[in-house]
């Protein structure tokens, strides 16, 4: 089994969030091969969004980050696909969000930006976890 130093590639997801505008959110890699699981907090102001009924409506509730991301992850560990590509259980996140390595060992998760968002920033975790995996081979 190949270890892997996850920080680097998470460092890479932050700066790619950062490019895009996300001012705040979560992103997670949990992987079998590193036996790993990291969130970096310090990504932005914060991982939640407090409720804002003035701005967003009575019934916003705001948003905790960092479970919505771990929620997409549980669902493609259940599925052994992207997120979003079948229905979500409870617990789950319904959004897209999460992509999975080619090999099946990292999930790679992010949440705070749109879908199309945290597509691009988990799928920039995978490709460096997988260019990683080829150079330790």
Same mark, same amino acid.
């Given at each position: ?36 699981? =990291? ?11 407090? $409720?804002? $009924?003035?701005? @967003?409506? $009575?019934?916003?509730?705001? +948003? ?13 560990? @259940?599925?052994?696909? $992207?997120?979003?590509?079948? =229905? ?7 959004? @897209? ?6 090999? =099946? ?14 597509? +691009? ?17």
């Amino acid at each position: 089994m190949v270890k892997i130093n996850v920080d680097p590639i998470l460092k890479a997801m932050i700066e790619k969030a950062r490019e895009l505008g996300l001012k705040r959110g979560s992103v997670v890699i949990l992987s079998v091969c590193t036996e790993h699981i =990291y969130n970096e907090e310090s990504f932005g102001e914060n991982f939640f969004r407090e $409720p804002d $009924p003035i701005n @967003r409506g $009575p019934e916003d509730k705001g +948003v905790n980050y960092r479970a919505f991301a771990f929620g997409k992850i549980f669902q493609s560990f @259940r599925t052994g696909k $992207p997120s979003c590509t079948e =229905y979500a259980m409870k617990g789950e996140s319904p959004a @897209r969000g999460c992509v999975i390595s080619d090999d =099946y060992t990292a999930y790679f998760a992010c949440s705070g930006g749109t879908e199309e968002q945290d597509v +691009v920033i988990a799928n920039v975790g995978k490709e460096l976890y997988e260019h990683c995996q080829t150079q330790k081979k």
